[in-house]
């Protein structure tokens, strides 16, 4: 190095490689990821599908701008993703950061350009805080969302950089106070950020859209209770309605089926056609109501009555799949409330107070299976529990279960609006974690192997043109859940269909629509994107009190103590140097 600045030269040589160095480091990213759950690592799928990609992808990013301290964090880890997504596409993803409609000064027009946003899936946000030093309340709209399009003849995917699932601190589950632990939700929400952004991408790029058939001819609802069902299927999968009652369902051109809340028997005919389907490779995911209970009719009936049997015929088939629906009702004291009249006001109005419904539990993952990895709770209504019996060659894994304060009502199940009376009654709830949800994977086995006439599987292979298979050709896969009210939704008289996950009284949206669009996902995509929802990001937080208590000591620290430490050392080297050079 003395030799380089020692040269004529030298110093402009120097130069010349620091700028080169500069520019060169521009136009590689590279970072080594140290964190221990590999915060920073893309999965090999992600990386794949970004590298195959050969045309422009915008990203257009809304969550900028002044933002509380938990969104600038989120905003942070959102460009950081998106860099290395830009990085890893050879710059085929360009990414914008925008805050939308601050050019338009029309209140009329900005409000018509929300709503365009809205309806195209991006989520609005009032912030409200109250600073504790000047006691100043500030309201701020925040936009936590991302638009991410392709082709101008493609309507973009909207990407709401929230977390699905809250975290709440401890509580009462018998009182309303509970509060969200917001540091741990947007953690959550940094964890899910690669999974959403791939998983926008890999919609937009596909070559291939899987079709979903939606069965009827079992008393399956087709009215405006399952409205956000069809509509949210809609946006990302061709779907299709199949009739039981006449039609074979054929793997190759059904990527899975959905059956949901049938209230007719199926016949060995429905049976086989549906047996047939799975032993062909095709995958079914089954909403069932195994008992017959309604909030309508305890509210008509304003006392109680009995939950029977639908005898809908299905349990042979489940069986042998390895699954059992058990004729009961599941509760669990961590559940929802609902309204209930508990007197007049003055004027002659029903007084309302919400009560726990321990009919409503809230369902929650205790596996790290993708499809429900870091998802929010979700809500049935009157579910059952599933016991999994023996099938030989098919993995069970429970996608969704109570907590840890549950009971099992038997049938004949009496329904009744004061299921809870006493101390003895709580007593009961000991049971934790009962199954309601189950995924099914492996080569299935056929119900009607040396059951069925050779008359009837020469029919079988007149109609569907194949031989009927006693084991399943490949590998398939099933989900089972014990109600049919996961995926119905509310319609209000006055605003017509409601969201999936909400109910009246509960001013919160649970992630009944993500559930099943991930189970959706998890049977037709082959790409291996899930595997990125199984990142779990360490929430690494600081004693909020001692950092109030000891504020001032650790700003001396780290503000005053450099400047003195830095002074002192001038200081010293200058009387080191008068000592060493004085004449």
């Known amino acids: 190095m003395q030799k380089i600045l020692k040269h004529k030269y030298g110093i402009w040589v120097l130069t010349a490689l620091f700028i080169a ?17 590999k915060r920073y690592s893309l999965t090999s799928s992600t990386k794949t599908l970004l590298q195959d990609i050969d045309s422009t992808i915008t990203i257009q990013v809304f969550l900028t701008g002044e933002l509380p301290a938990d969104y600038k964090k989120l905003s942070i880890a959102t460009k950081d993703l998106l860099d290395e997504f830009k990085s890893l596409s050879g710059n085929h993803i360009q990414v914008v950061f925008e805050k939308p409609g601050e050019d338009i000064k029309d209140d009329s027009a900005k409000v018509m350009f929300y709503n365009k946003l809205a309806r195209l899936g991006v989520v609005f946000e009032r912030n409200e805080t109250v600073s504790s030093k000047s006691e100043k309340e500030t309201n701020q709209l925040i936009i936590p969302s991302a638009l991410v399009s392709f082709r101008a003849n493609q309507k973009p995917i909207a990407v709401d950089l929230r977390s699905s699932r809250r975290i709440y601190k401890q509580f009462d589950v018998i009182s309303d106070n509970q509060q ?24 937009l790029t596909r070559k291939h859209v899987p079709v979903i058939a939606y069965a009827v001819g079992n008393g399956e609802a087709t009215d405006h209770k399952v409205y956000d069902l069809g509509e949210s299927l809609r946006n990302e999968y061709r779907l299709g309605v199949i009739d039981l009652k006449t039609t074979y369902p054929n793997a190759d051109s ?8 049938p209230t007719l028997p199926f016949t060995d005919e429905d049976k086989l056609k549906l047996d047939q389907y799975v032993m062909n490779g095709g ?43 058990n004729p009961d009702l599941v509760q669990d004291l961590n559940c929802s409330k ?12 029903p007084t309302f107070r919400r009560v ?3 009919y409503y539990p809230f369902l929650s993952t205790h596996s790290n299976n993708p499809i429900t990895k870091n998802l929010d709770r979700v809500l049935p209504i009157f579910p059952s529990s599933i016991d999994t019996v023996k099938a030989p060659g098919i993995t069970k894994t429970v996608l969704l279960a109570t907590d840890t304060n549950s009971r099992r009502i038997s049938s004949p199940a009496i329904v009744s609006l004061n299921s809870v009376k006493d101390e003895n009654d709580f007593n009961e709830f000991n049971k934790s974690y009962l199954p309601v949800a189950v995924l099914l994977e492996g080569k299935f086995r056929s119900l009607f192997s040396n059951r069925i006439s050779q008359q009837v599987l020469d029919s079988v292979q007149r109609v569907t043109g194949r031989p009927y298979l006693g084991t399943a050709v490949k590998e398939s896969k099933q989900i089972v859940v014990s109600d049919g009210d996961i995926v119905t939704n509310m319609v209000s008289t006055t605003a017509g269909p409601q969201p999936m996950g909400t109910i009246a009284g509960e001013n919160y949206r649970f992630a009944n629509r993500e559930f099943l669009l991930n189970s959706v996902d998890y049977l037709v995509n082959t790409n291996n994107l899930f595997e990125s929802r199984n990142k779990d990001f360490v929430l690494r937080l600081l004693d909020k009190a001692k950092v109030e208590e000891q504020r001032t000591t650790w700003q001396l620290i780290n503000i005053v103590l450099p400047i003195l430490i830095v002074v002192l050392a001038g200081v010293i080297f200058q009387w080191v140097r008068k000592r060493k050079y004085h004449a």
């Open 21 to 37: 160095v500069v520019y060169l480091s521009t136009l590689f990213f590279y970072r080594v990821d140290l964190t221990a759950e």
């Open 180 to 203: 969200e632990d917001v540091e741990a939700t947007r953690n959550a929400a940094e964890a899910l950020l690669e999974f959403k952004f791939a998983d926008a991408i890999d919609k």
């Open 283 to 325: 995958r079914i995911i089954w909403f069932i109501d195994k008992l017959h209970a309604e909030l309508d009719s305890l509210m008509r009936s304003q006392a109680e009555y009995t939950a029977y049997d639908r005898g809908l015929e299905l349990d042979d088939l489940l069986f042998k799949y390895g699954i059992r629906i």
């Open 356 to 358: 726990p419904w321990p």
């Open 338 to 349: 609902i309204p209930i009249v508990i007197g007049q006001n003055p004027n002659g109005e």
């Open 254 to 261: 059904i990527n899975a089926l959905l059956i949901v809340k």
